[in-house]
């Protein structure tokens, strides 16, 4: 097994250290921007346990080929919300080779992952079956799972960070050899035995529908951002309907939110371009700031500095 780890001030740069995911991080959250990542590769899975400081939107794609489990870690502040449900403690979620998907982390959430290769995971099922009910629930994106089956999971996969770090590097080849990617399968499969059980929660699929439209119009929309009342005239919905549905996928207001949809694609910009061939104001201007002041001040609110003090020219995920 092998372990990599990483720490990140800036979600922008977080996001391109995986092009394959195509992840696109949006700070909603004021303060300095914090992440860390630790990797961890056993032959064909992968698990990865990330941190993040901030409250961020973070949206992607599961690269072919692949099955991904999440599962969050620890205390955080607020409700994460995966593919407009709410996400507990308990829960699990369940992305597919090609899945596009959107993830609402409140500040301080670190979350759990192991993903198989397809192949890989199939010729596991093969050798050592799930039962019938525990397969039939892969379909769905987010999983309520008892409380000892979650445990048995975050002990396998956390204690695979531990005999890593703890291992003499040549040991590392014996450890690779053992069954763990056997170990962690079992755990996920006892996990959705008892999750086929248990009643699972419905998710507010028109909530999540209006957050994600009404984000990609704004995100598109240049120098011309649509206001509100045009949001709700496109979508053929009421204010108060917009407001509710922003307030239960994202926590915040549709101005605010938007807003920072905003202001996250000036910031990619700034920081994928060097200063000679993109000054602050015209980069502003792009995304319809065009007080300079206004804006200077509401990129330090959310960002903890000036767009002046932002480094320029580093790589970052695209919008």
Request: net charge positive; with cysteine; glycine share 6%.
């Amino acid at each position: 097994m092998t372990l990599k780890l990483d720490v990140f001030d800036d979600f922008h740069v977080h996001g391109a250290s995986a092009p394959a995911w195509n992840q696109r991080y949006l700070q909603v959250s004021p303060g300095a921007m914090r992440s860390s990542l630790a990797e961890l590769t056993a032959g064909s899975m992968h698990v990865f346990r990330k941190w993040m400081s901030e409250r961020v939107i973070q949206q992607g794609c599961l690269p072919d080929g692949k099955i991904c489990f999440a599962i969050p870690l620890g205390k955080f502040a607020g409700t994460p919300w995966m593919q407009g449900r709410e996400m507990h403690g308990d829960s699990i979620v369940v992305l597919r080779s090609g899945d596009e998907f959107t993830l609402q982390r409140p500040k301080g959430m670190a979350l759990m992952a192991v993903t198989f290769e397809l192949d890989e995971f199939r010729r596991l099922d093969d050798e050592r079956p799930w039962a019938a009910g525990a397969r039939a629930l892969l379909p769905r994106s987010v999983l309520q799972a008892p409380a000892c089956a979650m445990q048995r999971l975050r002990y396998e996969l956390l204690s695979l960070f531990d005999e890593t770090s703890t291992t003499d590097p040549r040991q590392s080849k014996a450890l690779e050899g053992q069954s763990v990617s056997r170990g962690v399968f079992d755990a996920l499969g006892e996990l959705f035995n008892g999750a086929a059980d248990a009643r699972q929660a419905v998710g507010r699929a028109s909530a999540s529908f209006i957050v994600a439209r009404c984000h990609r119009m704004v995100a598109t929309s240049g120098d011309s951002p649509p206001s509100v009342e045009e949001l709700c005239l496109r979508l053929h919905t009421s204010r108060r309907s917009l407001q509710n549905s922003f307030r239960q996928v994202a926590d915040a207001t549709p101005v605010h939110y938007l807003r920072c949809v905003r202001l996250n694609a000036v910031r990619r910009q700034l920081m994928s371009t060097r200063a000679p061939d993109l000054n602050i104001a015209q980069a502003a201007a792009d995304r319809g700031f065009n007080h300079l002041s206004h804006f200077a001040q509401r990129y330090k609110a959310l960002f903890g500095e000036l767009p002046s003090q932002t480094m320029r020219g580093r790589t970052c995920a695209s919008s």
